[in-house]
């Protein structure tokens, strides 16, 4: 079945960077656009960044433009997302998801984000 597994969250001082990771299993990797969303206490989930199947397409939210990378690895089933410049408004848990058929969307079970002011 399709798994996805999050890693590389923590608490880090405003400024500081984390680089998370997700990694997949139970589909095709490669022929899937991946995106991360993050949901802080008390706000809606949001999308922060998505990638297309082979990475050469990539988007960003406004807030995290020029600060957040993502990419992945088609061999080693990986996406990630690198974060510099973190803000306390990055303060949230992230989430790795994949769409695939129609109305089809998983979801890793999360990783926490904290950044001190």
């Known amino acids: 079945q399709v798994q996805l597994v999050e890693s590389g969250g923590g608490l880090v001082q405003a400024g500081g960077s984390l680089r998370l990771s997700c990694e997949v299993s139970?589909?095709?990797?490669?022929?899937?656009?991946m995106y991360w969303y993050r949901q802080a206490p008390g706000k809606e989930r949001e999308l922060v960044a998505l990638?297309?199947?082979?990475?050469?397409?990539?988007n960003y939210a406004d807030s995290v433009k020029g600060r957040f990378t993502i990419s992945r690895d088609n061999a080693k089933n990986t996406v990630s997302l690198q974060m510099n410049n973190l803000k306390f408004e990055d303060t949230a848990v992230y989430y790795c998801?994949?769409?695939?058929?129609?109305?089809?969307?998983?979801w890793g079970q999360g990783t926490q984000v904290s950044v001190s002011s």
């Open positions: 998801n994949v769409r695939i058929g129609v109305g089809n969307m998983y």
């Open positions: 990638i297309g199947s082979s990475g050469g397409i990539t």
């Open positions: 139970g589909f095709t990797f490669s022929s899937y656009a």
